[in-house]
């Protein structure tokens, strides 16, 4: 297992702006830290739902099906070009939408959220179950994802005002950087 990729690829999909991301920024701003901080919560309990519903269904499919794992494979890699183009053309510029922090609209925003789902749906067959099918091993990555992702969150918080100003000025250097180091993530899951 090619854990630097693991960890590039999660965070770059956890750190880069994203609906959830931009909620959060959003609400920092909007109806401050301790609000954006209910959001999170929901978020981060919902994203690590998706997650243990993830790596069962996986779990499942690979012991039925181990071919499954190429086809996994496969579609990971697509789906991280796809979101290295995404981020590329990402325009950061762009008005957020304004909406109330609360657990439940973070909770429910993961499930809704593209990104969020494919994400979890993809990063365990692709870099777990090729080289770990046991229960102790998913279980261990689930929870090393799930604390990766509430990081995540925790920064666009914490930090909500001076990434966004940063982004805003430095949004081209920053979106070119994210997409190549999600291209290696994805060429990586093949070496």
């Known amino acids: 297992m090619n854990i630097t990729s693991f960890v590039v690829y999660c965070f770059i999909v956890t750190f880069t702006p994203g609906p959830t991301n931009i909620v959060i920024l959003s609400t920092v701003h909007n109806s401050g830290t301790k609000k954006a901080m209910e959001y999170t919560y929901g978020a981060t309990i919902a994203f690590g739902l998706l997650l243990v519903i993830s790596a069962m ?3 499942l499919l690979v012991t039925v099906i181990p071919k499954i794992i190429i086809i996994m494979q496969i579609i990971g890699s697509l789906y991280m070009l796809y979101l290295a183009y995404q981020v590329y053309k990402t325009d950061a510029s ?11 609209s973070g909770f429910l925003t993961q ?4 990104k969020v789902v494919l994400f979890t749906m993809t990063v365990i067959p692709t870099y777990i179950m090729p ?4 229960k102790s091993a998913v279980t261990i990555s689930v929870i090393a ?4 992702g509430f990081l995540a969150f925790i920064t666009w918080v914490l930090f909500g005002a001076i990434f ?4 805003q000025k430095h949004k081209k250097v920053v979106n070119v950087l994210m997409a190549l180091f999600l291209v290696y993530a994805a060429i990586m899951i093949w070496m």
């Open 57 to 59: 269904l996986n779990t």
């Open 94 to 104: 762009k008005p957020s939408a304004n909406q109330t922090g609360t657990f439940m």
């Open 111 to 114: 499930f809704l959220n593209p």
């Open 131 to 134: 080289y770990y099918v046991s």
């Open 145 to 148: 994802i799930i604390g990766i």
């Open 164 to 167: 966004k100003k940063f982004l």
